[in-house]
């Protein structure tokens, strides 16, 4: 496994956030699909990622979607992953070739069997507030754990030195206003993960 640690910007409603992401090499780019100030339609995704490169993943990020929800999702945007709530998928046909990562919140009990890749983060998405970094620990020496929940170019190097995470995710730390992304602390969210990260994946 490469040393460098995996990054997705997630919550882009803006060509020049997307270019950003791209720009700092992120390897994910999430578009929300939930209730949220960075809700986009999947016609607005897919106008959004129409030039990002193939070896960045496109996440749908969905929240206790109905399955009409993410046939819309996946016809008109195509995405590479789902990403939604881990009770979600036991109520949703998802489609051959979408990949999934399920999100798994903070202070609720975990199953014996975890999946290969998830997502951890706080009790509710989008609000800015730092996830139990030691719990995710735990979490992380169990499988390829993707950390989110307040996240942002500052306590990024200490997120990971904390939780040793497969990967961030990051939304609101990297915002100039809410739902409106800076490019440039995009690019400082990346780089310092990325520097903090060297090492840190096992």
């Known amino acids: 496994m490469s040393e460098s640690i995996w990054v997705k910007v997630c919550g882009l409603t803006t060509a020049d956030a997307v270019a950003a992401a791209v720009d700092a090499r992120a390897d994910a780019v999430g578009f929300v699909f939930a209730e949220s100030k960075?809700?986009?339609t999947a016609?607005?995704?897919?106008?959004?990622?129409r030039d990002v490169p193939r070896d960045i993943l496109r996440v749908a990020v969905m929240l206790h979607p109905s399955q009409a929800e993410l046939d819309e999702v996946w016809s008109q945007f195509r995405?590479?992953?789902?990403?939604t709530d881990v009770d979600d998928l036991a109520t949703l046909q998802v489609p051959a070739g979408l990949q999934v990562t399920p999100v798994f919140r903070?202070?609720?009990?975990?199953?014996?069997t975890l999946p290969t890749r998830l997502l951890f983060e706080g009790p509710v998405s989008g609000t800015g507030e730092t996830t139990d970094?030691?719990?995710?620990?735990?979490?992380?020496?169990?499988?390829?754990?993707?950390l989110?929940?307040?996240?942002?170019?500052?306590?990024?190097a200490d997120a990971i030195a904390i939780a040793r995470p497969f990967g961030v995710d990051v939304s609101s730390g990297v915002e100039a206003r809410p739902g409106v992304k800076d490019p440039q602390k995009i690019y400082d969210f990346v780089r310092n993960a990325r520097a903090a990260g060297n090492g840190a994946v096992k």
């Not at 016609?43 to 990622?49: G, I, N, P």
């Not at 903070?106 to 014996?112: F, I, V």
């Not at 989110?148 to 990024?156: Q, R």
């Open 133 to 146: 970094w030691s719990a995710a620990a735990e979490l992380a020496a169990r499988t390829q754990l993707i």
């Open 79 to 83: 995405p590479d992953v789902l990403q």
């Open 106 to 112: 903070a202070g609720r009990a975990l199953p014996a």
């Open 148 to 156: 989110a929940g307040g996240l942002k170019p500052a306590n990024v």
């Open 38 to 40: 960075r809700r986009v």
């Open 43 to 49: 016609v607005q995704a897919a106008e959004l990622a």
